[in-house]
């Protein structure tokens, strides 16, 4: 069980080199309980399980819990947890000296609650009460009084600025009363929200000697031109989630010497929603990709990948999926020595096609992606050590070794390398595949252009802050997409050369049952001929509305026959200041379609303007005939 | 099928006396298809079921329909619609002469569409484009182009400031744009969220000659202080259910001569998820307040209820909800002449309960709340001109004739007269009911204090809408409240003297089931009496955390043991400027449980600080030996 330390023993002061020596700091990781969905018993597990040193309790999930404090105390030492900080203690300062007699007395009554929970820190909120005045030195002498009553009981408060607070909004004002009040067991409390969302320069944190900083906490936001504590209270997110630079941030604090805890204090709609325990694993990894990013640790570096090896699909149905591949020029060109996996072909772009156990669950859908990677043996370790969870892969002996990971989505992640032109290498897939005999057919599509993965409801900022970390992808903005029966928004990760790009998306509502879809983008160099390729083969494209058609023959100017041409294929055309983009999509098997895309001239985007037209003609019932 | 009008066809002048002649306006209302969810023939069907008199097409709705613009044409003409706008064209004027070549030739196409679908107007923003110029001079003389071009078909051009405009943002420079190009065919649009979300004096308008304002669109919203542009794109809502004053600005439209369509253009992010049905509804239902608010009708006047007569629970399982009822000192009254419902009272508090074939749907829940009504067939024809839905009565020949309209979550709501101690009145209810022997037992619940009823999840804002306009309530301001699962969100409803209080709620996501909860909070003035009598008569209390007393203990001082006695009865406390409140739960059968409630001094509020402990508590499992 964590002891309560002496309020106002020194912390290490910073030397001059700060930078050179981070790597050899010892940085707890925290997260208030707030951040996280559930009881109080939930949270805490969660918290443990996902690996942080300490917890901040939240005062609101305390009160709601059965467990008694010291049943609280015990808990948390049996996850392995600290309890770092009590939070908060609201509009205490600056008051009429008979309100805070009444501060005094409810601040004795948790210090007492603070011992049976073994903790040693309490957060004050700067005041928001209408009582409070604009009164540094009374706002001064009351916090030095709490401080004396918090010594008493082995304690110690920091104080911190809200950034409504009604006379003390600003990090530099908290700190300038924490100092004209000159009491060891009274600090200061930083947190990231509260002064990156008021545009302040934090970098003079640096002038806040290290010791005097008694507690950090961190969120980051989306960038919002609205009401702060609305946006506080509503929209914050984890680190590397949002549009702060947190790790500059972070930089100051360190530098002025903190060594206290980093601690996560997150109030969003969605994780309060979400299930705790895969949020708890997403707050630790932003906390690591932080670390990595200030210096203070140093994570297995990421390993780019290089290519999608492969897609996989799971059936419980094979008939419609290989009639889908046929149609689309595909062909089996090998099979699993062990497991019944068919491998499809067509140019460079690979499907798997599984009818195994799995395959009963969800019906057909994509499971798996193999990434071409440099070297998977450290792909996989980086996914290791940011917290992916590795999958065991039951394999026969001779099988290769292929490391495996799971994204938030449930998508199996493969690092692998292809073998090419017969020439099998060391670490090489194909080997696993048995040849078999196969048609030579024309070949028009050149290789897996992106993958687009519908995402779990809660977790679509996980999933973005995952591909980036893990794999080495950057990720684009993120785009609203109006399907009829209400917005998606969609958000590519991608790497440098475009060789690999998923499109993330997230349906409306977290009931949203057709916004699970899934699909699979062929890159050609003629979407005209392979369309029709693929209509002459007995695959059925998608009817696009004819006054799709008038409006592009409006916006632009085409070569004669050209709309025409598009509007019998059910072409949609899209430009930006690159190039060119020309797409059309197959029909729906379980889960999954097919897109044929031609990108001319450096066109960078997926179409999102045409989506929401794509998004009705896949809710229309078929028609027949296409 | 409308005929396209002639577009500089005069519309009437307005008089000096206008209010006096608002009457005697025949405005037409409309709705942006934009507004509705689903597909366009969805959003057709559901804006002529809910009688509005036309549309504005949205552009990507018609691009993105099966339907020929003939077809759409057809559509509309059969549902009794005209298609009163075609919107939007965007980023047409004051750029380089090329580029507005190209604009023309778009716009040509789309004045060739607009014939096929039989309307004359249409809608062009102001500029967002990087190609346009800040040159008002410019911007005119391409208007001006523009709209000869529209006169050649037979159209007209409505020019609207858009608030995030490049260079035109409001809508008097909007308007000295059209007045310089001085163009019969060109006239502006107004729109109030443009307008009043730049906090913009909408007095101006007056100066604006009716027959050039060309188009009306009115959105409200909440007020946040947001960017616009989100705002705008997202939080739309439909007037009065926002915080703009729609009515007065309608006014100064009004007083400018203007007599064209009021049109409802509404980006909202829950509309578009939800049912168009609905939502048609409660969007035509806040253009009748609308129009009530500014005179230009007059719906029969609302009759506020005076009380809770009854509150109906059905009940496939009759046993524990008379079982809690009689540990509640309800006793059994009477029985329902023709139904199987019986009557339990305690004090003025009335409960049925049903026992009928409705109760199989859903398991126990409070299905009907009866409000006393000084004149139930006046409330009810106020109802139905407000399109609440009528139900139809299935009663004996002998019953009375109860008045009762469906709110949008399908509470049935009856307005009826209660006969008291034994004198029937004309249209009492009570005397369908057949007394029966009963015990007298101690009275210690003087009334139904509140109920609460959880909303379904894209129905909140027509909730609050419906209960204000229909039953003449006041709505007061939305909270939030945490649950351990999700944020939900609280609205009270109510009277002038307060008998009536409904809380309505809405959980976190359309999924949540937990939070289909209803409650009927019974008042009573010494809520430790009622809480120990109940819990005597074998009645389960909802049991609170210690915690929360110890916390009670730290902010208000008490007589000695009474944090005791509360902690014991699960009472929870909360104090306000202008009184107490002290409240206990019982258990929950089926959807529903009880409230005890005690008000002392003038407390309005419901003990939403609460609420976060009781919502964990009963998340709880049950502990045994309450």
Same mark, same amino acid.
């Given at each position: 069980m964590s002891q309560p330390r002496a309020p106002y023993e020194a912390r290490a002061s910073p030397g001059p080199c700060v930078e050179r020596q981070l790597r050899s700091i010892d940085v707890r990781t925290s997260i208030a309980t707030v951040s996280l969905s559930g009881s109080l018993t939930e949270k805490l597990t969660a918290a443990g399980r996902a690996g942080f040193d300490g917890v901040e309790i939240f005062e609101n999930d305390l009160l709601a819990s059965p467990l008694t404090p010291e049943e609280i105390r015990a808990r948390t030492a049996d996850l392995g947890l600290s309890i770092d900080l009590y939070q908060p203690m609201r509009d205490i300062e600056a008051v009429p000296e008979a309100e805070f007699a009444r501060n005094l007395r409810r601040a004795r009554h948790k210090f007492e609650l603070m011992r049976r929970l073994g903790t040693d820190t309490v957060l004050v909120c700067s005041s928001v009460s209408p009582l409070a005045v604009d009164d540094d030195a009374l706002a001064a002498d009351q916090l030095r009084r709490l401080a004396d009553l918090a010594q008493d009981f082995g304690m110690r408060v920091a104080y911190e600025a809200l950034a409504w607070g009604r006379h003390v909004s600003t990090y530099d004002h908290a700190w300038s009363i924490v100092e004209a009040a000159d009491h060891p067991a009274l600090g200061t409390c930083l947190d990231s929200f509260h002064i990156l969302a008021r545009g302040g320069d934090p970098k003079g944190i640096e002038d806040i000697p290290g010791e005097k900083i008694f507690f950090l906490q961190l969120a980051d936001a989306p960038l919002m031109a609205m009401d702060v504590l609305q946006w506080s209270r509503h929209y914050r997110c984890f680190p @590397?989630? @949002?549009?702060?630079?947190i790790a500059g941030f972070l930089g100051h604090v360190l530098r002025a010497g903190y060594r206290g805890p980093l601690s996560l204090e997150v109030f969003n709609d969605v994780f309060r929603q979400a299930e705790a325990g895969p949020t708890a694993v997403d707050a630790r990894r932003s906390l690591l990709v932080l670390q990595e990013a200030t210096g203070l640790a140093a994570p297995p570096a990421p390993v780019a &990948?290089? @290519?999608? &090896?492969f897609a996989e699909l799971v059936t419980p149905d094979v008939e419609p999926v290989t009639a889908l591949l046929g149609a689309l020029g595909f062909t089996r060109r090998a099979r699993h020595r062990s497991k019944p996996v068919d491998l499809w072909q067509h140019g460079e772009a690979r499907v798997l096609v599984n009818t195994g156990p799995a395959a009963r669950r969800d019906g057909t859908s994509l499971a798996a992606v193999g990434l071409e990677s440099p070297d998977p043996a450290a792909a996989s370790r980086r996914a290791e050590s940011l917290l992916a969870p590795v999958l065991p892969r039951r394999r026969a002996p001779e099988d290769a070794p292929l490391d495996a990971v799971a994204a938030p989505d449930g998508t199996e992640l493969f690092f692998c390398v292809t073998d090419r032109s017969g020439h099998p290498e060391p670490d090489g897939w194909t080997g696993d595949f048995v040849p078999v005999p196969h048609e030579r057919l024309p070949q028009y599509v050149a290789r897996i252009d992106h993958l687009a993965l519908t995402q779990p409801w809660h977790q679509f900022d996980e999933a973005a802050l995952f591909h980036r970390s893990v794999l080495g992808l950057s990720a684009q903005d993120s785009v609203d997409v109006a399907d009829p029966y209400g917005l998606h928004r969609s958000r590519a990760v991608t790497n440098a050369d475009g060789s690999v790009r998923i499109a993330l998306g997230v349906g409306p509502a977290p009931t949203d049952e057709g916004a699970r879809a899934q699909h699979i983008a062929l890159a050609t160099d003629d979407v005209v001929t392979a369309a029709r390729r693929f209509r002459e083969a007995g695959g059925r494209l998608l009817a696009m509305p004819a006054n799709y058609y008038d409006d592009l023959a409006a916006r632009y100017e085409f070569a004669d026959g050209e709309p025409e041409t598009y509007r019998e294929l059910g072409i949609l055309y899209d430009r930006d200041a690159e190039g060119e983009f020309r797409h059309c999509y197959t029909e729906t098997v379980g889960r999954v379609f097919f897109e044929l895309v031609q990108r001319d001239g450096g066109y960078r985007g997926y179409g999102a303007q045409n989506a929401p037209v794509r998004l009705a003609a896949q809710h229309l019932p078929r028609r027949p005939g296409r």
């Open positions: @590397g989630q @949002g549009g702060f630079d &990948a290089t @290519g999608v &090896a």
